[in-house]
């Protein structure tokens, strides 16, 4: 058990996470860590993102190695065949090209390249509401399925990226 109860006064709620929402903390955290160092030579941004997604030759979408992650943040931000709640609290920015965003949710744009993009546009939107504190804010609820697949999704990233895809 991760013990965490030093900083709980000024991390309020921090030392009643789960063993697994500690773990997810610690995955997502460290493979954003290597994500950003790696992929986006240190150098974060939605820019950076699509830069480096739009590099990639057609045989890094052979398989559909992240519509697991797709699907998820299609069934979280999208309800009634409109965005919900949840993707306000994104907080995506203007350069975020939350409109692009949007229709890659929505199934309006299913080009598989703007699919990556968005799917690590909300990954780096967890990365800053997380590193910035908005997540703080509500105490880290709901954060464990975010987490879990952000980090799956970095990893597969990483993996595909690290056999020069």
């Not at 309020?12 to 954003?32: D, I, M, Y």
């Not at 993102?49 to 590099?55: P, W």
């Not at 890659?104 to 703007?114: F, H, M, R, T």
């Not at 968005?118 to 954060?143: M, P, S």
Request: hydrophobic share 45%; with cysteine; glycine share 4%.
């Amino acid at each position: 058990m991760v013990q965490l109860a030093d900083i709980e006064m000024i991390a309020p709620g921090v030392a009643n996470l789960s063993q697994a929402e500690h773990e997810a903390l610690l995955r997502f955290t460290l493979l954003w860590t290597l994500f950003e160092a790696q992929v986006l030579e240190n150098n974060a941004s939605v820019r950076k993102i699509a830069e480096v997604v739009e590099q990639l030759g057609p045989q890094a979408f052979e398989v559909d190695w992240f519509q697991e992650q797709l699907v998820y943040f299609q069934d979280r931000y999208i309800e009634d065949g409109n965005t919900n709640y949840r993707f306000e609290h994104l907080h995506l920015r203007n350069k975020d090209n939350p409109e692009h965003v949007r229709l890659v949710l929505l199934g309006e744009n299913i080009d598989i390249k703007a699919q990556l993009i968005a799917c690590l546009t909300i990954v780096y939107r967890f990365r800053n509401n997380f590193f910035h504190g908005l997540k703080w804010a509500y105490g880290l609820q709901e954060q464990f399925d975010n987490f879990t697949h952000s980090a799956n999704l970095l990893k597969k990233c990483l993996e595909k990226l690290r056999h020069g895809i």
